[in-house]
T-cell receptor
Framework: DADVTQTPRNRITKTGKRIMLECSQT?????MYWYRQDPGLGLQLIYY???????NKGEISDGYSVSRQAQAKFSLSLESAIPNQTALYFC???????????FGPGTRLLVL | QQQVKQSPQSLIVQKGGISIINCAYE??????FPWYQQFPGKGPALLIA???DVSEKKEGRFTISFNKSAKQFSLHIMDSQPGDSATYFC????????????WGLGTSLAVNP
């Protein structure tokens, strides 16, 4: 969905490096999410934010941190990347009165 | 512990056939059950959703069947087409301000021409 953009789309990094994945949305939604997708493991929630001042841990937050810089921007950081963080990462947004989540195109991350 | 169990993990169907994907849940507080469709290289997108006050919802070739007593819901794709080849996720959520989706593990569907 072009209304939710993620940068970069692909990233290769080395073990121990700090990396930031960025998400922006023009849908005007107040809720934003970061998911990780691994083959056979579905979508795992890393962090979610219901408004700019609200940050919540998801199922697999260890090794990750987030920042909600504005209503439209939600960044995911890996402070010290490790190989098992190699995965496809998705940002999603939703409105507080609607259950539908709108996903970005994903960021494919490879940690060597 | 997987709160929403999805099966099968993969499915191959011939063009024109019926694709059926099943999900089961334990939490009786779930009140919203969506299905998302994901094409390769794309993010998931909402396909169809149902609430427990109805037993079936149909949108075009896609139908959700919901069995509250059995705590199961399923996606039926009628007249399956090669363009339906994708990964399908079921999900569920509980009503309230902190609503989050609980996801199944996904089903990879391949429709052979």
């Amino acid at each position: 969905d072009a209304d939710v953009t993620q940068t970069p789309r692909n990233r290769i990094t080395k073990t121990g490096k700090r990396i930031m994945l960025e998400c922006s949305q023009t849908k005007g939604h107040d809720r934003m999410y970061w998911y990780r997708q691994d083959p056979g493991l579905g979508l795992q929630l890393i962090y979610y934010s219901f408004d700019v001042k609200d940050i919540n841990k998801g199922e697999i937050s260890d090794g990750y941190s987030v920042s909600r810089q504005a209503q439209a921007k939600f960044s995911l950081s890996l402070e010290s990347a490790i190989p098992n963080q190699t995965a496809l990462y998705f940002c999603a947004t939703s409105d507080s009165w609607e259950e539908t989540q709108y996903f970005g195109p994903g960021t494919r991350l490879l940690v060597l | 512990q997987q709160q929403v169990k999805q099966s099968p993990q993969s499915l191959i169907v011939q063009k024109g056939g019926i694709s059926i994907i099943n999900c089961a849940y334990e939490n009786t507080a779930f009140d919203y059950f969506p299905w998302y469709q994901q094409f390769p290289g794309k993010g998931p997108a909402l396909l169809i959703a149902i609430r427990p006050d109805v037993s079936e919802k149909k949108e075009g070739r896609f139908t959700i069947s919901f069995n509250k007593s059995a705590k199961q819901f399923s996606l039926h794709i009628m007249d399956s087409q090669p363009g339906d080849s994708a990964t399908y996720f079921c999900a569920a959520s509980v009503a309230g301000n902190n609503r989050k989706l609980i996801w199944g593990l996904g089903t990879s569907l391949a429709v052979n021409p």
